[in-house]
């Protein structure tokens, strides 16, 4: 029986490409379901896309992984294809399978997509999502090849990483943070755990202090948006688990001048938090 392909790119629904990929993968395996996971990462935003990734590996079912945000396209990375306890990660060696493959347990095989045989020929080298990627996901998702019929084999550690920055403690009242993602409804993912905060004395119900440059704010850690009035922040543990700012009916990003990769000290008010924070 055919595996799944679950599909990421930064491709937009704007041009041809989704459907080509979606094309390629029928005439070589029609047997095979595609689901879409997203397409809207932003154009060449490796980390972002490896951090949508990783956020939905665990909801996602067996089989192949397809991931195609690829700037690097046409130069010298690799073109990989690696094996976990989940299934097959197929994409560009650029730090985007990483964190997901990591958070599954690692991968036991990789190799370098190479052979001939399973790239579709192009008199270009700019659409590898087509011509390179397409078709090995296809091919080991129908079973019509091995990983190792793909190409020569590649150390798994030898891939390439994505560095992914800790929070740290910052004394007994506050944590060093940093925004890992902004979603499109503007609501900011610390890299901080519920039980980080925990570790700091504060349960939900508490207010939390959000320093970010000059600006040092108060905020309620809530259980849901419910929880505060229109257009008030709050502090949440998202769907993922994690630490997160959001605004009732309105977006944290904004409100509060945060972006991916900015420094934020979090912790009990009047706890200290005027730390000098360096964007990661």
């Known amino acids: 029986m055919a595996s799944p ?63 195609v945000v690829d ?27 990483a964190p997901a493959v990591a958070m599954v347990g690692g991968a036991d095989l990789a190799v370098s997509i190479e ?8 008199p270009g080298a700019t659409f590898h999502g087509r011509d390179v990627f397409a078709p090995a996901a296809a091919v080991l998702a129908s079973g019509e090849a091995l990983l190792e019929d793909l190409g020569p084999l590649v150390h798994p550690e030898a891939l390439t990483p994505l560095l992914i920055p800790l929070s740290e403690r910052a004394g007994a009242a506050s944590i060093k943070a940093t925004a890992l993602w902004v979603d499109s409804f503007g609501n900011v993912q610390l890299n901080v755990s519920p039980e980080d905060l925990g570790g700091l004395g504060l349960v939900v119900g508490d207010d939390v202090s959000v320093a970010r440059e000059m600006m040092d704010y108060r905020i309620v850690w809530g259980k849901t948006y419910g929880d505060v009035e229109e257009g008030e922040p709050i502090v949440h543990v998202d769907s993922h688990g994690q630490i997160a700012l959001a605004v009732r009916s309105g977006r944290a990003d904004e409100t509060l001048e945060i972006s991916v990769g900015d420094g934020v000290v979090i912790g009990r008010p009047g706890g200290g938090n005027r730390i000098e924070i360096t964007d990661a």
């Open 115 to 122: 052979a001939e045989e399973f790239r579709l020929p192009s």
């Open 5 to 67: 392909i679950s599909f990421l790119s930064d491709f937009g629904y704007a041009d041809e490409f989704v459907g080509v990929v979606h094309g390629v993968i029928a005439r070589i395996a029609p047997t095979v379901r595609i689901i879409d996971l997203t397409h809207g990462i932003g154009r060449g935003d490796v980390h972002g896309g490896a951090m949508a990734l990783t956020r939905a590996i665990q909801f996602m079912p067996d089989g192949v992984i397809l991931a």
């Open 71 to 97: 700037p690097g396209v046409g130069t010298s990375r690799k073109a990989v294809a690696v094996r976990t306890r989940v299934g097959y990660f197929v994409g560009p060696d650029n730090g985007l399978l």
